[in-house]
């Protein structure tokens, strides 16, 4: 437990993502309170918390990344066992929002799956929610709790930018409806966009059909907000190289890196990608090529912030001099 500004604060973790929240813990100066996640012989999920939480602010973190109904069930059981041991505030700290990218009806008689993990977040007691970009901004529409969406581009921006600080660089959008957040990074970076024309024949297939935008002797990076299976991408990256591209370069927020994903990476004309650590990587899915940066210390100024009522907004911008990119 720690006391600040007289408020009594615990921090717990899950199974999804351990060393994010160690990372947390120490930088925001609360150490990781203990409890107990088992699974009964039918593989159902049992929490016992092994303190006392009454009157706590209580933050948990756990992304809901693959596995991701275990994963879910597991934040969901240890709201539930907060609420009933009269914990304060309940604040869950899940960078990847899983079921994000069901946030509408497609086609008839479809899901809105984003807006029921919402409702079972409330029902189960959440009393605050902390995500990283979001997969579409109306899932904060969904709660009728705070949800504080945090933002990754400034930390992917500042490593671009030591990286890449003497190089001609054009910024590409995978897809029509990634084109704000490229050209919002084109712009922090002083640099150009392209987006690349696609089409999905069938899911997690992709078919490249041309590129708007001027690539020629330029070094492109590739900007999503999640990367699944990697089709898209390393698609892409072929295909910049193909119009003239110097290097190809990818980055993302959430490296879901589903199936064949790491061997596409491997086998792509990417020289590098850079993701952050909102979803835990297992040494099978990692590689010479993939950079993770971490959130850790954004997330945890951001619970100290919480705590001490002070805003967030603060936490989100870019320096104050950005690198000038040669265009």
Do not use: W
Not at 227 to 250: F, M, N, P, Q, R
């Amino acid at each position: 437990m720690a006391i600040i500004e007289g408020h009594k604060i615990k921090l717990f973790t899950l199974n999804a993502n351990r060393e994010l929240a160690e990372e947390i813990s120490e930088h925001t100066g609360i150490p990781l309170s203990e409890c107990e996640v088992k699974r009964f012989a039918d593989g159902e999920i049992g929490i016992n918390i092994e303190e006392t939480v009454r009157g706590h602010h209580v933050f948990v973190v756990q992304p809901t990344q693959s596995p991701v109904n275990e994963n879910l069930m597991e934040l969901l059981i240890m709201i539930d066992a907060l609420k009933r041991a009269s914990a304060k505030h309940i604040n869950v700290v899940m960078p990847y929002y899983g079921y994000s990218r069901q946030d509408r009806k497609a086609a008839s008689r479809q899901p809105i799956s984003a807006k029921l993990v919402a409702d079972l977040l409330q029902t189960a007691g959440a009393t605050r929610v902390l995500a990283m970009d979001l997969h579409a901004g109306q899932i904060q529409g969904f709660f009728n709790i705070p949800i504080d969406n945090f933002v990754a581009m400034p930390i992917l921006v500042d490593y671009f930018n030591h990286l890449l600080k003497d190089e001609d660089i054009v910024i590409v959008s995978p897809d029509h409806g990634g084109a704000v957040r490229a050209r919002e990074m084109g712009n922090v970076m002083n640099a150009p966009i392209a987006i690349i024309d696609k089409r999905r024949p069938r899911a997690n297939e992709v078919e490249i059909m041309g590129i708007v935008g001027d690539v020629q002797n330029r070094v492109a990076i590739i900007i999503d907000d999640i990367i699944d299976t990697a089709g898209t991408i390393g698609s892409a990256a072929l295909a910049l190289k193909a119009a003239g591209a110097k290097e190809v370069y990818g980055a993302c927020t959430h490296p879901v890196f589903s199936g064949p994903a790491i061997e596409r990476i491997k086998e792509s004309a990417i020289k590098e990608l850079v993701c952050t650590n909102t979803i835990y990587l297992p040494e099978a899915k990692r590689c010479d090529k993939i950079i993770q940066l971490s959130i850790a210390p954004l997330m945890a100024q951001g619970i100290l912030n919480i705590v001490n009522d002070k805003p967030l907004s603060g936490l989100f911008k870019y320096q104050d001099n950005p690198v000038k990119h040669r265009h």
